[in-house]
């Protein structure tokens, strides 16, 4: 492909709407363009590296026996009231009516469709295992699109379904997709973690999350030093710590905490340390209104309340809420006197004389011992690890990463195929619900997170396995017969030799190739000009070192072909799941 | 592949839901399965011929210099208003707030959108042309989605647009797209023709349609036996006949008749022939009722009604109109003494002593002169063409064929880039509108089109260009281990030479085998059983002619190249655009 031939229209200047880099790097590098919040125009450069990640993902959807097929992007609402969806999968799922005011959706996500082609098909255990998978659009109207295709609206996505008979069998399935999503993000050349996740709205028994290591991750993973454990802080469960018997605690009593809003600032203020400072959360769950404490120091983790009060929702309450329950302005709640369930977290227990709100405008209560003072209505696991706490599978040291969610697994047994009746026979005749998982993999946010994974100051560093072009061959004097004609001898011999190279024919200054070769991301820049030529050479460098090499004219086909080798081979060794 | 591992839910029934030969056998070959209305899931089968048409118009676009992209499917409102096809479109436009009460609707074609693209980065003749086509999914909410894949809600299309600085250049991007579609539907291995079209709600100055030749088309094409001329019937024009004068009219009579209701009962109870009868109309347009007359024996084409009124929209008349309009049921409008425009056919011009409707229950008028008994406002071309009519360009022999478009391409001018101002600056620096061309290929129905042409009895006859596989490998005797080794032995002699094959290796009756692959349409057929292997060879069959020859175990490699090469040739002379 020649430069002058192809559209990327790249800029000089960053777009202002653009925060995070991959959303910056991209639209510089004339690969995506905004139609409108949370919608993206993939250009001819984006489109050969989502084709290149789709064939990666296709090849090893296809080696663990899984089958393609296409399902529609529109989805009839009747599937999603059989799940009970319609109603409690939120805004994201964008809903409309048809010319004959039938409810429709735009697919987030499509355990519904799925679940009604194979209950339509199955009806002996002699069909199953069924494991089923397409890539396609999927539409999930987000509140706050942003940071490009890291969240967009529309995405691209491969999503896997597996039936089967038993729990044994879906367990295999389940464990397929693991493997296979190993081999994939290898084979992608990243470097990524397996965690153990949340299964947040799609539900079902476990999952977890593929995450792609990078700082610009809305993700924490905590994972330990001495054993395999590896989870979303989301999900990471926190052990209960032995009981210290804490001193004996003076009565409690109100000081006045004017100006002092934070915990470092009460903490300061009172000359206790941040660990002594309780934080107290009035929060509403499915409609009723609790109050959740944790130390100062920790932070409350929403999905654990939630997990632990078995409810539906839970989100902070209202400022109205907290004040008729506090009887105080907000940023003063303390459990002394509250008259709400009270749920406090591990750390606090076993030990006393803390900080806590007053329920009172600027006031705060000191020594408090929660058992005397306050009516706990139960402890438990509700904040998120920290690197102080012990592993919980091993007792070792914990460390904490950012993640960018490109993959995820469901173990997500019955609960679609209860809902949706979807039955067979088993070999006794008897009617049972199939077993099910389901198994996705953003491929547009692929593309995103391998740029946020993967750039420099200059622009993308692409890894080679997914680079829109093995190399791009700069013409430093299109002017001159001799060198163009080599170059044009070169071109043709990579061509030849099924190398994909990017040839930049244009009447440019040296200055603008080089910028716009490093803005793309190629793996491997090869340069000619007067002064190589004449030393029969060709100058070769690696995006990512940005070391150089002299490959020899005479040699090429040869010296190339080892010097791309050993680039791969790099960066293979690189990619990891550690 | 081995069937036993294919997910190909072949039926033994047909669904009642299927009217069309197609629909039924894509149904029962287990490639499609509906979702609802429109909707159609693809199964694995199906998305391999999907994916073959794609990759031959793929290489032909870029062949032709287009560049893939990628758009959204769905789409801001607002740059449907800014060309004001937001009211225009119709409901076929299937529109919906997201959760912010902004206006989008679902793609059903991307004028809007790849225009917004190009409007944003193109500033100079410079950067002209600009050529981009996309392979995605379209929405049209069809008010009776039918016939399977061929007028669904749901399909997959490839799109291509073109924009020029001059009406040569833009000449030039449309001949491209001409010469492309030429090859890909010879490619493609279907029987086909290109033919002069109405633009439709697309608009532009002139168009294309490409027609896979079927009898169950629902579209009519006029081709000339002398010259090249082929257009729809909707497009192609009638030549105005020679005057003829007609005799001396008597004065006009009305006469009675009950329970006669078409032209030929008319003609029947009068005892006159039909080109004596003239049809009356009572049409709406653009909210003006007007009246058509055309002879008893021609159809009346509304597209060119719309054309000589410069109308936005033309339809028949509500019953309430009709009967104001005519003082009389709806059955008996005729043009004497009507109140109301009278736009008459060439066909009804220089002749008389006619039979109208009488504008009474009841009641028709013979002897009508229309020129002296009523008051035409004009005379034009009216009506379809017919056989009877000559070559518009030559005066030769016309003939009818049923078709259905697969392709439609648009010399669109300036008709959105100067509602959208994507404008250009010229070699003079002056801003000039882009001339715009655009492109489009019903991907999924041409899998629909491809069967419509090519079956039998037995089910489906794929052109092998787009079969599922090349070849299909029955195993007969399956609980036979000898001929078992030698199956797959042959199985992986074919997978070595790079053939796609399925290989029947189900515990099946011969006869279920012979159903199924007869089904599916694999061009060829190769069987193996203990007396073929006992005589050293391998039966083959060519799946269109059912004509069997022997292969020789002996020398395979050889005999079934020559063999297949030899069922490709066929299938490529038989592909033709005549």
Known sequence: MRFSQLYVPTLKETPAEAEVVSHKLLLRAGMIRKLTAGLYTYLPCALRVLKKI????????????FQEVLLPVVQPGDLWKETGRWEHYGKELLRFKDRNDRDYCLGPTHEEVMTDLVRGEVRSYRQLPLRLYQLHTKFRDEIRPRFGLMRGREFIMKDGYSYDASVADAE?????????????????????????????SIGGNFSHEFMVLADAGEDTIAFCHNCQFAANVERAEVVEQEVLEGVVCPAAQAVPTPNAHTVEEIANLLQVPTTKVVKTMILTADGKNVAVLVRGDHEVNLIKVQRLLGAESVDLASPDVVEAATKAPVGFAGPCGLDLPIYADFALKGQNDYVTGGNAKDTHLMHVDLNRDAKITAYGDLRNITTQDPCPRC????????????????MLG?????????????EEGVEK????????????????????????????????????????LLNLDVVNP???????????????????????????????????ADLLGIPIQLVLGKKSLAKGIIEASDRQSKVKVELPIADFVKSYTDYQSQIWVNWSTQSSSL
Do not use: W
């Open 54 to 65: 789709e064939a990666i993902v296709r090849s090893e959807m296809d080696r663990a026996g």
């Open 433 to 472: 619900d199939m077993i099910m998982g389901c198994y996705g993999i953003g491929i547009s946010r692929i593309l995103a997170a391998a740029i946020e994974q993967n750039h420099d100051e200059h622009g993308i560093v692409f890894p080679p396995q997914i680079a829109p072009f093995n190399c791009i």
């Open 172 to 200: 295999k399935s389940y464990q397929l997709m693991h493997d296979a999503y190993h081999r994939i993000f290898m084979r992608l050349g990243l470097r990524f973690r397996a965690v153990e996740a949340d299964t947040g």
């Open 482 to 516: 001799e060198v163009t004609a080599k170059v044009e001898e070169i071109y043709k011999l990579l061509c030849d030799m099924g190398v994909e190279v990017l040839l930049d024919d244009r009447d440019e200054r040296a200055g603008v190739k080089f910028k716009d």
């Open 395 to 410: 007792g070792g040291q914990i460390s904490l990463a950012k993640g960018i969610e490109v993959g995820h697994i469901f």
């Open 414 to 426: 019955q609960k679609y195929s209860t809902a949706m009746h979807a039955t067979f026979l088993n």
